[in-house]
């Protein structure tokens, strides 16, 4: 096993196809064959027929396996795609106190992973970059601790690279969703917990990642498959 399941509360974000990352369905079949537990055709075209390929019985959670290696997992579907945020803000009768919230389709170093469940308070794992790309910019304060985190094209700039690896307490859910941008239907994370931070007077502290692997398409599950089994992982 390349990861560990901790005695932690986890909220896993998987995301649906959309003109955004038009690769996500296809990424999401390969995932899904994976798990020989999901019943799951490979003809799925559509999000609606994926769901469908998984209901079987009477739900679309029927046919999925309740637990792993003795932990217990519960779905949640989020039939309004109304963001990141609006996805854990489903999650929150669920959860009772601190809990990690991660993306299903990076990948992470199990080090890495621990180092935030260990962390007291709340916490990003961040990606120390050369050369960044797009995505959220981590600006930091003179204690080291999150300001801002910047969303856009960082083409070229060193900095801080946030990974959507948080650990947060059930207080977040006391203050309001926040849009990603300006007239958006869609709440972003990042958009929301940074405000609740500084309502609260709760430091996000950056723990930074040895190592992130960002699944943007299938070609990067063979890409990164490959770095495992040389060992470069």
């Known amino acids: 096993d390349y990861f560990t399941i901790y005695p932690n509360l986890y909220v896993v974000l998987v995301g649906p196809p959309g003109n955004r990352k038009s690769s996500a369905m296809a990424t999401s079949k390969f ?3 994976e798990l020989k537990s999901i019943p799951f055709s490979g003809e799925c075209i559509s999000k609606e027929k994926l769901v469908q390929d998984m209901v079987e019985q009477e739900r679309a959670i029927d046919g999925l396996p309740d637990t792993y290696k003795d932990k217990r997992i519960l779905y949640v579907e989020q039939e309004k795609l109304n963001g990141t945020a609006g996805a854990l803000w489903l999650c929150k009768e669920l959860l009772n106190d601190a809990f990690i919230i991660l993306n299903a389709d990076d990948i992470y170093t199990q080090e890495d992973i621990a180092a935030v469940v260990a962390h007291d308070g709340w916490a990003v794992l961040a990606d120390e970059m050369e050369h960044m790309s797009s995505g959220g910019r981590i600006v930091t304060n003179t204690e080291g601790a999150v300001e801002e985190i910047a969303e856009g094209n960082h083409h070229g700039m060193p900095g801080l690279m946030n990974t959507n690896v948080f650990k947060l307490d059930t207080r977040v859910f006391d203050y309001p969703l926040v849009p990603k941008a300006e007239g958006s239907e869609e709440f972003g994370l990042p958009q929301t917990v940074i405000p609740a931070s500084r309502a609260l007077g709760v430091a996000i502290d950056v723990i930074k990642a040895t190592f992130w692997f960002q699944i943007t ?8 498959e490959a770095l495992l089994k040389g060992g470069e992982v």
């Open 31 to 33: 995932l899904l064959r």
């Open 217 to 224: 398409e299938p070609a990067d599950l063979t890409k990164m």
